[in-house]
């Protein structure tokens, strides 16, 4: 087994559930990485994390949706208002002028879709294409993340989160 890994599904520490075996460290940083360049309007950053993310798009999507419901989790928790129309603004607004115009429309107007439940309009924006998916949850996660955490705390917060450590 690579360093990358562990092994077994012991309990999850975020729910206690069996886990599913952790993602390799590299999906973590490029999670992380990816909501970084967000939260930091970097579209330098945001470019050579891209390639990262979709040679292991199928694990970094996975592992964004569990930030993301950890995030969405740390927001009711600490009282934080945030409603669906907060969460299509808050992502329009991350992805406007990262992302080429058509590919930030396609990512937009998904999110807006899923944000209210339509996965089958949602579906259709995204053309099958994962990538959009992975900016949609990267954009939520650092949106959401800085509603709740200053920028310097957030990075450090997905870190735990994600058990990454460096």
Same mark, same amino acid.
């Given at each position: 087994?690579?360093?990358?890994?562990?092994?077994?599904?012991?309990?999850?520490?975020?729910?206690?559930?069996?886990?599913?075996?952790?993602?390799?460290?590299?999906?973590?940083?490029?999670?992380?990485?990816l909501?970084?360049?967000? #939260?930091?309007?970097d579209? !330098?950053a945001?470019? +050579?994390?891209?390639?990262?993310?979709? /040679?292991?798009?199928?694990? *970094?999507?996975?592992?964004?949706?569990?930030?993301a419901?950890?995030?969405?989790?740390?927001?009711?928790?600490?009282?934080?208002?945030w409603?669906?129309a907060?969460?299509?603004?808050?992502?329009?607004?991350?992805?406007?002028?990262?992302?080429?115009?058509?590919?930030?429309f396609?990512?937009?107007?998904?999110?807006? #879709?899923?944000?209210?439940? !339509?996965?089958?309009? +949602?579906?259709?924006?995204?053309?099958? /294409?994962?990538?959009?998916? *992975?900016?949609?949850?990267?954009?939520?996660?650092?949106?959401?993340?800085?509603?709740?955490?200053?920028?310097?705390?957030?990075?450090?917060?997905?870190?735990?989160?994600?058990?990454?450590?460096e």
């Amino acid at each position: 087994m690579s360093a990358e890994s562990s092994s077994g599904s012991s309990p999850d520490p975020r729910d206690g559930r069996p886990s599913a075996p952790e993602p390799p460290d590299r999906v973590r940083r490029t999670t992380i990485d990816l909501i970084e360049a967000y #939260a930091d309007r970097d579209r !330098e950053a945001l470019d +050579a994390v891209i390639p990262r993310a979709a /040679d292991d798009v199928d694990a *970094v999507l996975s592992e964004l949706k569990v930030v993301a419901a950890f995030l969405g989790r740390r927001v009711q928790q600490t009282g934080v208002v945030w409603k669906p129309a907060d969460s299509r603004e808050a992502v329009a607004r991350t992805v406007a002028e990262m992302l080429p115009p058509e590919l930030e429309f396609a990512v937009a107007t998904a999110w807006e #879709a899923h944000s209210v439940g !339509e996965e089958e309009v +949602a579906e259709r924006f995204t053309r099958g /294409d994962p990538m959009v998916y *992975v900016h949609m949850l990267a954009a939520f996660g650092a949106a959401i993340g800085l509603a709740v955490y200053k920028r310097s705390e957030l990075v450090s917060v997905l870190r735990q989160v994600t058990g990454l450590t460096e």
